[in-house]
């Protein structure tokens, strides 16, 4: 093994691209501007000291507690979500159109939303059909016609973005209902910033430090109509949750309180916690409980995660909700297909960043095409997520493909089905070589008066070798992501207001 | 102001990294002093961590220790005790400060470790130093990292309500009733019993290595300044409640803060003479007693309280 330069010959035996694109090479094998400097850097350090920040990497991950419990027949053990040392890179002025894009398309997501559960005058005009959205697993009819404060439903968001063949970023998915990840956005910062601190200063990276106080905001500004200094809380399923570092990492970070549902105790309508000090009023709930847990007498009777009569405290402008129950109705699977109509339709501008092609199993003549090319598809459950329910064609086997279709022609308003995109590809340091894996990217966008979208973001490593499937139940690890500020630009250049 | 059921993970965090201590060191003094064939120290401390019927079983000191410290069936086990604390810990992420939590967590990976095990056996001396230095560190973290306000202070009376009542169960298994009729009486055993409850050098600055059973007892009962002795304890337990009472409900803490109050000045007022008469026992049968009693105040008081009284009206 070549124990220097382990970057030298790029395109050699060493890190062989593919098909797809690559985030640090073109085609001609030359590395790519806004990647030189990490690339020197790299072919500077033996695969012995990658090896060895990578270690230290991981120690501090696991120190920290960024884990998630494995429990094994006679001990449970504490592993951490895999993390690679490599940052992925992205210009500045490929972000700014990602941003104004992403801008763009919650500003309609959420209109569509007020609209919806207010007087469904698109379902009226026909631009989306109605029974594809009232019929929506993730739509809630408690939410009629209730007053949201900025009309803002979706409030944290997280979309998932992939760069095509052609390099082009392109939205795979919105997530309105909890994202979650950005509490390894922050952690993958840090750690970057202790493997190459030098690369870091020198390359102008926009900050992201600022997301708990512009979260906290966010909160804050749901609230302020009507209470002048809003207790803020964060809602958590509890410490078995996998996100529960997530929370307490936002809770801490924002200074507010992290409860769980046996905390809060609804009376007259009013949401309160329970103190040391007796009964404190509470006026924003930031959950990280799904819509079906958060109140047992309005939702899902079975559950225990949530507070009894929430729903009704809510419901009578007590208390704020934030994301607001329903919201996941504008990221459904059948749903996304209309987005480039919806942003049309109440914005009247084309929209900035495009969908992946999506065919409808529920139309006719879609599912005839979608079942004659199931070798060369991707099949999604509309309600299902993280990777489970699906059938990506090219990797499966004839058997596969055909029990598959069964379950698409026993209910086919049931799936969508995509192209197969080969997802770029980054550097990864997988098993003390370099190699290409594929990515997606994770940026977070936050709405309350305003709509903010975080300068950085969770690049997703589908860590097998050519898999296509980046979800961490699935095997998939994290990296940080530098948004550049752009030649001239000082760093703090763009960044969120002081 | 916290969530009532932050300070209630809080407290019981200080409670069992007191008690993952306190099992460490008897668990060190015991397998020192077994290396003398002679001395009843590891008698004593057997009686005073419960396990003494371990003896009739014909187990090595080695082998308790081991159970003590590694056994995860063992609800007083040190691994129970660090990963409870660490349970609790993680409750309450959001309050305690990151030295606080990867000091414990540091401590929970490292007796955790597929590798403790053959660590214990080839050096166990050597491995519960390191357990106990790691608490150590974790107690100096919360010191000189988390803010001395409402959370810190549930978290300090863990640990004192804790300590009062260890140290009151291992004097009882030194010379009170736990002893059974047979105090400890040689030297080396004394100075075992005040290596447990880690008095040895701070008691011979005081009354030289004059080792005599009134004088230990005297010096963990009623010593004002030694950290460990039950005196201390119950005046930190005094402050800490009565801090509490100004954070907010004044009435609703009352109760606690009251019986820690009659606790420390029966302390205060008592001494060796008065229960030389009577012995010690009693005295020591009080402080459990009434560390129980705080105890279930302080729950009623600031974490399972009514909610009718607090409710609206």
């Known amino acids: 093994m070549n124990d220097r330069d382990p970057l030298d010959r790029p395109l050699s035996a060493a890190y062989r691209p593919g098909v797809a694109y690559d985030e640090m090479y073109d085609k001609d094998a030359s590395v790519r501007a806004h990647y030189a400097a990490l690339q020197s850097r790299i072919s500077t350090l033996g695969a012995g000291e990658l090896a060895d920040r990578q270690k230290t990497l991981e120690q501090s991950f696991l120190l920290q507690g960024i884990t998630f419990t494995v429990y094994g027949a006679e001990t449970s053990t504490e592993q951490i979500i895999p993390t690679d040392l490599f940052p992925r890179i992205i210009p500045a002025a490929e972000w700014a159109k990602i941003e104004a894009g992403l801008s763009q398309r919650l500003q309609a997501l959420n209109l569509f939303l007020a609209d919806i559960y207010g007087d469904q005058i698109i379902l009226k005009d026909g631009v989306v059909p109605r029974d594809l959205v009232l019929g929506a697993p993730a739509y809630r009819r408690e939410m009629q016609g209730l007053y949201v404060p900025h009309k803002a439903y979706a409030n944290v968001c997280g979309s998932d973005l992939i760069r095509n063949e052609a390099g082009e970023f392109v939205v795979l998915e919105d997530n309105l209902r909890v994202p979650s990840g950005v509490s390894y956005m922050l952690a993958n910062r840090d750690a970057a910033k202790r493997t190459f601190p030098g690369t870091y200063r020198t390359s102008g990276v926009r900050s992201i430090e600022r997301y708990p106080d512009m979260l906290l905001a966010t909160l804050k500004s749901l609230a302020a109509e009507w209470r002048p200094n809003p207790q803020v809380v964060v809602l958590t399923p509890g410490v078995y949750n996998s996100a529960y570092y997530e929370h307490a990492y936002l809770a801490r970070l924002m200074g507010a309180p992290l409860v769980e549902g046996r905390d809060l105790v609804v009376h007259d309508n009013l949401v309160y916690m329970r103190t040391t000090v007796g009964l404190k009023r509470v006026d924003v709930i930031y959950r990280r409980v799904d819509d079906d847990y958060i109140d047992h007498l309005t939702f899902r009777r079975d559950s225990a995660l949530g507070a009894a009569g929430l729903f009704n405290a809510y419901r009578a402008g007590n208390v704020v909700i934030a994301n607001a129950p329903g919201a996941g109705v504008a990221d459904d699977k059948a749903v996304y297909a209309y987005v480039p109509e919806i942003i049309r339709y109440y914005l009247d501008q084309e929209p900035i960043l495009s969908n992946v092609e999506t065919y409808l199993c529920r139309e006719q003549k879609q599912l005839g095409y979608v079942l004659d090319n199931l070798d060369r598809l991707v099949i999604k459950a509309v309600g299902a997520s993280g990777g489970y329910g699906m059938l990506v064609g090219p990797h499966a086997s004839a058997q596969e493909r055909s029990d598959f279709a069964q379950q698409l022609k026993a209910d086919p308003s049931n799936y969508i089905a995509q192209p197969t995109i080969q997802l770029s590809t980054a550097p990864c340091l997988v098993d003390g070589a370099i190699e290409p894996r594929h990515v997606d990217l994770r940026p977070f966008i936050l709405c309350g008066d305003k709509i903010v979208v975080t300068p950085g973001a969770l690049t997703r490593v589908a860590l097998k070798r050519g898999s296509l499937v980046v979800n961490s139940s699935q095997g998939g690890g994290s990296k940080d992501t530098w948004v550049l500020t752009g030649e001239n630009e000082t760093a703090a250049a763009g960044d969120l207001p002081a | ?313």
């Open chain 2, 1 to 313: 102001m916290m969530l009532a059921r932050v300070a209630d993970s809080l407290y019981w965090m200080g409670r069992y990294i007191e008690r993952a201590e306190h099992v460490s060191r008897l668990s060190d003094v015991m397998l020192t002093a077994s290396l003398d064939a002679t001395g009843d120290a590891p008698r004593a401390a057997r009686t005073a961590l419960g396990a003494s019927e371990d003896i009739d079983e014909g187990k090595t000191a080695v082998d308790v220790a081991l159970g003590l410290i590694l056994d995860r069936e063992d609800p007083g086990s040190v691994i129970v005790s660090v990963a409870r604390a660490r349970e609790n810990a993680r409750q309450v992420r959001d309050q305690i400060t990151s030295e606080t939590w990867e000091r414990l967590n540091l401590l929970f990976l490292r007796i955790t470790s597929p590798d403790a095990k053959r660590q214990f056996d080839q050096r166990a001396v050597t491995f519960l130093h390191e357990v106990i230095s790691d608490l150590h560190l974790f107690k100096g973290a919360v010191d000189s990292t988390m803010s001395h306000g409402e959370g810190w202070r549930f978290l300090m009376l863990g640990i004192y309500l804790e300590r009062a009542q260890l140290i009151a169960r291992l004097l009882d298994a030194s010379f009170g009733e736990a002893a059974q009729g047979s105090p400890l009486s040689d030297h080396l055993s004394q100075m075992g019993l005040l290596r447990m409850a880690c008095a040895l050098e701070p008691y011979l600055r005081v009354y030289t290595a004059d080792i005599q059973p009134r004088l230990i007892q005297e010096f963990l009962l009623f010593n004002e300044d030694f950290p460990r002795s039950i005196r201390f304890s119950t005046a930190r337990i005094e402050e800490h409640l009565r801090a509490l009472a100004g954070h907010g409900n004044v009435q609703a803490s009352g109760a606690p803060e009251r019986l820690a109050g009659r606790l420390s000045s029966r302390l205060h007022f008592a001494d060796l003479e008065e229960t030389a008469t009577s012995g010690a026992g009693g005295l020591l049968a009080t402080v459990s007693q009434d560390c129980g009693r705080i105890h279930e105040a302080i729950y009623g008081a600031f974490v399972a309280y009514p909610l009718e009284q607090h409710l609206p009206t």
